[in-house]
Each structure stands twice: as C-alpha cells, then as structure tokens.
C-alpha cells in the first residue's frame, strides 16, 4: 500500500513540474548545495545568543507551551552585516535614517549583535510573554516593539519600564 502511494505521488509531481520546468531545467546539484545552508540559517540566531538568555528563552517557552501559547524566537543573534542591511531596508522604509532608528538600531547599538536581545511571536506569545516574562528575568524593552525582549531584570523580579523605542537608549 505504502509503495503504490509513493508510486502515486511520484507520478503526481513529474505530473506537475515536468511542464513547469521544461524552460529552466534547474540543476540537480545547485539542489542540493542549497539545501544544507537552510536548517544553518536557521539555528545561526539561536547559536549567537547570551546562554543565559537562550537558557531563559527556552524554559519560559515551556511554561508558554503548558499554558497553550506557541512561543517561537522570529529573531535572535544577528550578524554586524545583517543589522546594517535592515537598518539600510529601515531607512529605505521610512525615509531617514532618525525615523529608521525608532525601529532598527545600528550594528554597534543593538542588543541583537550582541546576542542579548530576542524577537518572540506570534502576538498572543509576546502578550504571554509580558506578563510572565518576569520569572525568568525576561523583559519587553520598547513599547513600540512588543515582539522585542531582553534578560533585563533578576528571575522573579521587576522590569523596567519600557522606552518610547530603541533610539532613547541611547540618548
Ligand atoms: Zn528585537
């Protein structure tokens, strides 16, 4: 039964991307060379970060899972170049580089270069997260980014209160 599903399947998708891919034919082994860099990519944001932070990240999302909240880093570590990149997207966006600064800081002011700070999703995990966060030190920074937190209080302690945005950290 197994095999004539597969055979079945098989038959569907050279069904399907044979007249597709007549024009561009693409190369098996650029296939396969992209394949690997994905799941990389992937655990690259978590590799970057503060343990103490992934440490914290990690056990507030089992008590987020208990409660019935998927809780899911959307961004972690990020390299020097990546942040430049999303600050020059950021300025594009916003027409000044003063305006881009309320939602990407530079490479040498974000918490993200320096493995201290985690982007969380979806929306009902970043409320979660606001509210229980606390017990693991874990803090929402900015009130204009509410996916945005950091280790910035003791487990079992008080955050402190957010900032309008990024830029007034650095005031
Ligand atoms: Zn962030």
Redesign the pocket.
């Known amino acids: 039964m197994k095999f004539f599903l597969l055979l079945a399947a098989g038959a569907l998708v050279a069904g399907c991307t044979v007249p597709m891919t007549i024009q561009t034919v693409p190369e098996p082994s650029s296939d396969t060379e992209m394949a690997p860099p994905v799941p990389k990519k992937h655990t690259a944001h978590r590799k970057g970060l503060d343990p103490e932070l992934r440490r914290a990240v990690q056990q507030a999302t089992r008590a987020a899972a208990a409660d019935g909240i998927q809780m899911k880093v959307t961004?972690g570590w990020r390299s020097k170049a990546h942040q430049r990149r999303l600050l020059d997207e950021a300025v594009a966006r916003y027409g000044s580089l003063e305006e881009a600064l309320r939602f990407v800081s530079t490479p040498d002011n974000s918490?993200?270069v320096t493995g201290d700070?985690?982007?969380i999703g979806p929306t009902e995990a970043d409320v979660w997260l606001e509210q229980h966060g606390a017990t693991w030190g874990l803090c929402r920074m900015f009130a204009n980014?509410m996916?945005?937190f950091e280790l910035a209080t003791t487990p079992g302690g008080t955050c402190p209160e957010m900032l309008p945005d990024s830029s007034y950290r650095n005031r």
């Open positions: 961004s918490a993200h700070a985690v982007d980014e996916w945005h």
